[in-house]
């Protein structure tokens, strides 16, 4: 691994782990509510990925304008673990360390929207009670909840860092 594809990664990693914690933060202060609404979740996970690029981008050009797919990969898949890591350790101690009731008003929330989706699609009552008591019975902020988040997350960004190493991979011509 060069120097460039350790920089990049953990550079952006780091800055992609400030943003989702500034926006947690930001959450947090105007509105619990607002951690139950997906469309944050998709636009911080559009703002994670062209972080990733960049991060890939800065190492290719770092490199010369070539890349490896390994180095590619690497570069992004260090960024995304490292800033998911951080970003997954700090939503953790804030809603179990410093305001566990917040959890409650989020995972209400949940529920709510859950039932008003379903009667939407309707769903028979039988069918949502169960559901509900068993969206109850989860704490989605436990330490295995968050883990098994982490790691389903870096699989998905697996996935994702290899179409991104894919794109951006450029060999360095044979002959020169």
């Not at 469309?39 to 050009?61: H, Q, R």
């Not at 559901?131 to 699989?155: Q, R």
């Amino acid at each position: 691994m060069t120097e460039a594809v350790k920089k990049n990664g953990l550079n952006f990693g780091i800055i992609i782990a400030v943003i989702s914690i500034l926006v947690t933060v930001l959450m947090y202060a105007v509105d619990v509510k607002l951690f139950a609404n997906y469309w944050v979740g998709i636009i911080l996970f559009i703002v994670n990925l062209v972080l990733g690029i960049i991060a890939v981008a800065k190492a290719k050009k770092a490199l010369g304008g070539f890349i490896s797919f390994k180095d590619a990969f690497t570069t992004f898949f260090i960024a995304m673990a490292l800033g998911a890591f951080i970003s997954t350790l700090f939503t953790y101690v804030l809603f179990n360390l410093v305001d566990p009731e917040a959890k409650e008003v989020i995972m209400d929330e949940v529920i709510t929207k859950t039932v008003t989706m379903m009667e939407g699609m309707g769903t028979p009552s039988d069918d949502m009670r169960t559901m509900i008591e068993e969206m109850k019975k989860t704490d989605n902020f436990s330490l295995g909840s968050v883990a098994k988040s982490y790691v389903f997350g870096l699989i998905f960004y697996i996935i994702v860092g290899l179409i991104v190493a894919a794109a951006m991979k450029k060999n360095k011509p044979e002959f020169e």
